[in-house]
């Protein structure tokens, strides 16, 4: 990568005895917004008060623009960072919080209220200036600590699950201004998140943790649609996870329940009647044959929802029961539950996954 | 319920009672000077004896000073094992608590033992080093208080994230105690200096055992030679006592609300 911004270079860090992040590599590109996804416990927030300078690593180094900051402390790194518990001052007004570091900073005082006024005009709060933080509803505090972090210009802008604390249409809203704002400023971004659709949607790309790790690194497309591991494809989005044995390892066949299920590829490496894990997405199944389609496996249709737009049918298949979405279709009604039915999927579609 | 509310007004009535009737005794008593009639000859005869004017005035520089020191001590102490120490917490509550459990006597005992003109640092040898030394038994009587109070008022606020709130905006340490830290706690600070005041205007056993013109051995000289001068001085140390209080309710009136907090 040419214009790698920051860096974090085989990072390891433990508390006492207990590893929290192990091995973990990243490079940012100036501007792009990464995210931090996956359980809880998992590291992220370790991760990235770790670039912040809050937690010291036990090896490895952080990189901005190109210095090694890894022993720098905090308030040397140039950093805005944003908290789930918002933080604002609670003794300082509005305009007070987001003039913080411009203060500390010796900004001249005209300057400092400019820059001021202007960060409360991009968060849409110019009314509100003079309020102080408990007159301020959890999403406004919120905008203003995004303010008041981005203030001073920071090289790097890092936001703890910043939504996790609101109610769900005011996340919703707050993530799309979050990067709107992002992307005018153009500051490289890095978000933590336990929330799948807050990383796909927000993110350039995505850092999938688990235990410690960066599972994989990819764009919201890759992540979604080529999970590299196990985990992630569990992780995001949701998963039909059929449990089979090689039956032909050249021709790519597996054997599921008493059916034969083509993957479409060689098996290379595995032996016939070793086990073997296929996923696919519900949106990858169809009900019934359909073109481009071509593998296809019988069963039984479980449980049928009706969710409005689609239908989630779910279909066991031996001993594994997978979901697949249709589209809801005034002129036919939904399938019922206990009649017999076909699947079919595009070879392609199925990822093969580590045991 | 009505049962239970009349025995409440009775209980509260008797509490009053308790508590009130010695002072009213004491103000109406304070007020006899003159034969036949209430006056405030009393309170002038005490208000313009120039010892009462030397002794008040040192006690209530004392008591600023002993502020100062006791505020420089603890708060920076209370904040940072909140913040980095938060297992000696136990530890710190308990040694705040001892000058509780230990007699001043024994206290400035110590003191005078540690610091006579025969020691390592003869603090005694001179009027200075004694008012220093004074001071500083102050600052451990007033310890409890001021502890307490300082540490309920970082419990208000999330003293941890606030501190990384603004490192990351580039602040040191001393921007952070003194534009963060005090600024929040400051009502409690407040309470904390207006008990402490309380405390060493009233305060007698170490001032009269390490020579000092304080108010206390002052009131108590006056008591034992007086008839009604007592009476008024008992009544004017009530009344600072209160107004300390009644300061201590006004200020917390102006506390930097903390805002609703994320679950
Ligand atoms: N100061 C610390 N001392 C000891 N262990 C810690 C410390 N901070 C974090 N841990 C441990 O490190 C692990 C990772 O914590 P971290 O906060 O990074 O997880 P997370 O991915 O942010 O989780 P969450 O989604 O719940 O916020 C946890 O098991 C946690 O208990
Ligand atoms: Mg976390």
């Known amino acids: 990568m040419t214009d790698t911004f920051l860096s974090i270079r085989q990072v390891h860090k433990a508390f006492g005895t207990t590893v929290v992040v192990q091995e973990f590599n990243l490079d940012v590109r100036q501007g792009e917004f990464v995210s931090f996804l996956g359980p809880s416990g998992c590291g992220k927030t370790t991760m990235l008060r770790i670039v912040a300078g809050f937690e010291e690593p036990s090896s490895g180094s952080v990189f901005i623009g190109g210095k090694d900051v890894t022993r720098l402390k905090p308030n040397q790194r140039n950093i805005g960072m944003v908290f789930q518990a918002y933080a604002l001052f609670p003794n300082m007004t509005v305009a007070q919080n987001i003039g913080f570091g411009l203060k500390v900073a010796g900004m001249p005082k005209a300057q400092m209220q400019a820059r001021v006024g202007e960060m409360l005009e991009l968060i849409k709060l110019q009314e509100f200036g003079g309020r102080y933080p408990y007159q301020l509803s959890g999403g406004q505090q919120q905008r203003v600590a995004l303010a008041r972090a981005m203030a001073g210009k920071p090289q790097v802008l890092l936001l703890d699950e910043p939504l996790s604390a609101l109610d769900a249409k005011v996340r919703v809203s707050l993530r799309e201004e979050i990067r709107a704002i992002q992307k005018e400023l153009g500051i490289t971004t890095i978000f933590v998140t336990h929330d799948q659709e807050e990383a796909l949607s927000m993110s350039d790309r995505i850092v999938v943790m688990y235990n410690g790790r960066a599972e994989q690194v990819g764009t919201p497309f890759e992540i979604y649609n080529k999970p590299a591991t196990r985990f992630v494809a569990g992780f995001v989005g949701t998963l039909n996870v059929l449990e089979g044995k090689v039956a032909d390892a050249e021709q790519g066949i597996v054997r599921i329940g008493a059916e034969d299920v083509a993957t479409g590829r060689a098996l290379t490496g595995r032996r016939a009647g070793e086990p073997i894990s296929l996923a696919l997405r519900p949106e990858a199944i169809s009900l019934g044959p359909k073109d481009g389609r071509a593998s296809t496996a019988h069963g039984i249709i479980r449980e049928v929802s009706f969710l409005g737009s689609v239908i989630r049918v779910r279909v066991a298949l031996g001993d594994d029961v997978v979901s697949l979405d249709t589209f809801n279709n005034p002129a036919t009604p939904p399938p019922v539950a206990g009649e017999k039915a076909s699947i079919s999927f595009s070879p392609e579609d199925v990822h093969l996954l580590d045991q | ?263």
Not at chain 2, 110 to 123: D, H, M, V
Not at chain 2, 130 to 155: C, E, H, K, S
Not at chain 2, 167 to 178: C, D, E, F, K, R
Not at chain 2, 200 to 218: C, D, H, T
């Open chain 2, 1 to 263: 319920m009505t049962v239970n509310r009349f025995w409440s007004w009775i209980f509260l009535v008797l509490g009053v009672l308790y508590f009130a009737l010695p002072l009213v005794g004491t103000f109406e008593f304070s007020m006899k000077m003159r034969r036949g009639v209430y006056s405030l000859d009393a309170y002038e005869a005490v208000i313009f004896d120039p010892r009462f004017q030397e002794t008040f005035t040192y006690s209530v520089m004392m008591a600023l000073a002993t502020i100062v020191v006791g505020v420089l001590l603890v708060v920076p102490t209370a904040y940072w094992v909140r913040l980095k120490l938060p297992a000696w917490r136990p530890v710190l509550e308990f040694v705040t608590l001892l000058p509780l459990v230990i007699p001043p006597i024994v206290i400035v005992f110590g003191y005078i033992r540690l610091y006579n003109t025969s020691s390592w640092l003869p603090l005694t040898g001179t009027a200075m080093g004694t008012n220093i030394l004074l001071m500083f038994g102050y600052v451990v009587l007033a310890l409890p208080y001021m502890y307490r109070a300082v540490d309920t008022g970082l419990r208000a606020i999330d003293v941890r994230t606030l501190t990384e709130a603004a490192q990351s905006l580039g602040a040191g340490w001393a921007t952070i105690m003194w534009r963060v830290i005090l600024p929040n706690v400051l009502v409690a600070v407040l309470s904390g200096a207006f008990l402490t005041f309380a405390i060493v205007i009233g305060e007698f056993v170490m001032a009269a055992l390490l020579n000092r013109p304080a108010f206390g051995p002052y009131l108590q000289l006056i008591g034992a030679n007086r008839a009604y001068e007592p009476a008024a001085l008992a009544v004017i140390a009530f009344g600072i006592t209160w107004g300390c209080m009644a300061l201590i309710q006004v200020v917390s009136r102006f506390a930097p609300r903390p805002p609703a907090q994320p679950h």
